[in-house]
């Protein structure tokens, strides 16, 4: 069956760089787009960024555009986001997703000096 785990989430400084990692199993990684979400504490969940299968094509959230990049490697199977110039209020529960339909536990990451 479909399983994606993300990792790398951390404590963080404001200003400070992070990148998260999905690991994706069960299903042929290479043939769907894949997405990050994330949801702060009192928040409902937000979509972040999506990647098409090839990779060739990226779209991201007002908010983060600019300071996050996502990227793949269809080899490893694995979904990464790399996150710069992170604010406080990047502070969430980070997902990795399929089509809005399959999500990894989360990885927390946290911004705060």
Known sequence: ??????SGGALVQPGRSLKLSCAASGFTFGSYAMAWYRQAPGKERE???DIIW?????????SVK???TISRDNNKHTVSLSMNNL???DTAVYYCSRGG???GQGTLVTVSS
């Open 101 to 103: 339909e399959y999500w």
């Open 87 to 89: 604010k406080p209020e």
């Open 66 to 68: 600019g300071r996050f």
């Open 1 to 6: 069956q479909v399983h994606l785990v993300e």
């Open 54 to 62: 090839s990779g060739e094509v990226e779209n991201y959230a007002d």
């Open 47 to 49: 979509w972040v960024a």
